[in-house]
C-alpha cells in the first residue's frame, strides 16, 4: 500500500526511478574510481554494501510482494505467446551493447581506455570522462537487469547472491 497504489502512473515512475537509482549508484562509483582513484571492484563493492543495508533496512528485511501483475509477470510474459520477453530484452540490451561497442567511435575509446588507459591518455583520449560515461551505461543495463530480475521474479529474495552478481559485473 504505497502513496502511488493503484495508480495508473506507479509502474512507469518505478521504472524510472529503478533507472535513476542506478545509474547514480554507478556515478558515485566512477567518481570514487576516476577522482578516488579506488579500484572499480573496490568502489563496486563498497557501494554494493551501503545500498544493500539501506535495502534490508527499508524491506525490514522483509521479501516485498504483490506488485501489480502488469510489472510481476513482464519478464515472463511472451510476445505472441511465442518468444519470452526475457528473451527480447536481452537481445536488445545485446545489441545495443554491440552497437555501441563495435559501431561508434565511443566504443573504440572505450576498447582503448579499457585495453590500456595510460596509451590511450598519452594518445590523446579522454580517459576519465570515458570511464565515467562506461560507469552511466552499465547503470543502464544494470538497471535493466533489475527490472527484467524484480518483474520475473527471477531471484530469490535473500540477498545471498549479491557477491556473485557483483563479481558477474
Known sequence: NGWMNGSPLA???AVVAVLVLCVTVNVINGFAVVKLKL???IATMATNMIFMGIALTLSMSSTIAN???SFSG???GKLFGVIPNLVIVTAIAIAAASLILNRMEFGRRATAV???PTAANISGLPVKPT???LFILNGIFVGIAVLMTTS???LPANLSLSLTLLLAV
Do not use: D
Request: no cysteine; charged share 5%.
Open 11 to 13: 509502474i512507469p515512475v
Open 114 to 116: 579499457g585495453s590500456n
Open 131 to 133: 570511464i565515467m560515461q
Open 152 to 154: 520475473g521474479n527471477i
Open 39 to 41: 579500484p572499480s571492484f
Open 74 to 76: 513482464f519478464a515472463k
Open 67 to 69: 506488485l501489480p501483475a
